[in-house]
């Protein structure tokens, strides 16, 4: 099994996902290279599907090579780009590789990236994905056809706890939990209260024992990013305060470090959080600094050792 | 199109923008059409909205999800089983009855089946969680 799956059976020690960078061009000793900044930190990373609506390496070429080179891949599987067929054959493909963990998503929609002139496809959503994997996994393609033996899946999904409906997220999230997601990579939200609402929803319903739930952290490097993400990712608010806190430092890659650590400190210290979702978007060494600020080891000690991380619950 | 699916699309299409997917969930969602939405999802709003409640496509428009949820709580005359079914996982859209009558595929009972692979549901919908 995964060393992701491995860690959601033992139920309450600490999860590190990362947002693996994306491939355009290149040989696997530069994707190697890319890697190295943030994968000693994490359990798995993203092989994600066209980020953003934009053409990449295909997420299964993304998972593999990351085999290749020592780190545990997630397999994003998004609805815009691919029927349900192929997002079948794509599942299964990656699982003849040994790719066991899978992220479940709806996918922005085609209008977010740089061929808005693109079909979109939507042959199913988020939620019927997670139960269609749950199907492979249980042995069998959607249309009833035995698969022998059944691949051995791990399957997470996604949530944005920050956009509205804001009562009804919990509950969406509660939704995709039934349907059989395992882990949950948060949206990054720039509204502790609202995080803290949702958490703490699963929480006192019990759902953070059957799901680990991880919120997302974006290690910015100035207010740029933080600009970029308001104005122009859906579904991402980023308050003027936050903007403004960082953009009128004398140093802001210094600010931005350090709304980056209190978002990260504030994450874990809510029951129901199992871990984070980092995405390096500093790309200056930050991470193994944030990581020793917060106390978390690289992934070989917690491997090798006991994962001691004190969650708070 | 038949007789029965032009009566139903002369019907629902000024009142609901019916799309004539031949499976009809309008009573599930706040009698609001989720095909729609511009990625027509069936199971709740995408992580796109915009903060005003708009959406991540249409950004003149408000989230079809957005609407669809809070007519599912408000909405007078429902009835409550209306309402508790907004959180069901709606199964994937079989393509083959657009452009059918859904009311048609209602009673010959056509659009309750679903794949043989669909695992049917197991578990009582999440409604009890609560922000």
Known sequence: MSRLGELLDRGNELIITGEAPVIDGGTLADYEAKLAELAPWCDAMNATDNTSAHAHASNVAMAIAMQRVGVEPILQVVCRDKNRIAQQADIMGAALHGVENICCLTGDDVTAGDEPEARRVFDLDGPQLIRLANSLKEGRYLSGRKIDPAPSLVIGAVENPATHPLDYRAQRAAKKILAGARFLQLQICYHPDRLEAFVAALHANGFSKRCAILPSIVAVKGAGPLKFMHSSVPGIDVPAAVISRVADAADSAEEAYQLVLEQCQHALSLPGVRGLHLTDFRKDSSMGRLCADLGIRPRSERESRANDFALAN | ?131
């Open chain 2, 1 to 131: 199109m038949g007789l029965i699916a032009t009566i139903e699309h002369v019907i629902k299409k000024p009142i609901w923008d019916c799309q004539m997917c031949g499976q009809c969930v309008l009573h599930d969602t706040g009698m609001t059409c989720p095909m729609t939405c511009p990625k027509t999802l069936r199971n709740g709003p995408c992580g796109g909205v915009r903060e005003d409640g708009n959406c991540e496509v249409k950004p003149e428009m408000r989230c079809v999800w957005v609407k669809a949820e809070d007519r599912s709580r408000n909405l007078p005359l429902m009835p409550a089983d209306w309402r508790e079914h907004f959180n069901n996982l709606r199964p994937p859209v079989d393509n083959r009855l657009k452009g059918d009558s859904s009311w048609k595929n209602a009673i010959s009972g056509r659009d309750k089946e679903t794949p043989p692979g669909w695992t049917p549901e197991t578990e009582a919908p999440a409604a009890e969680v609560e922000a």
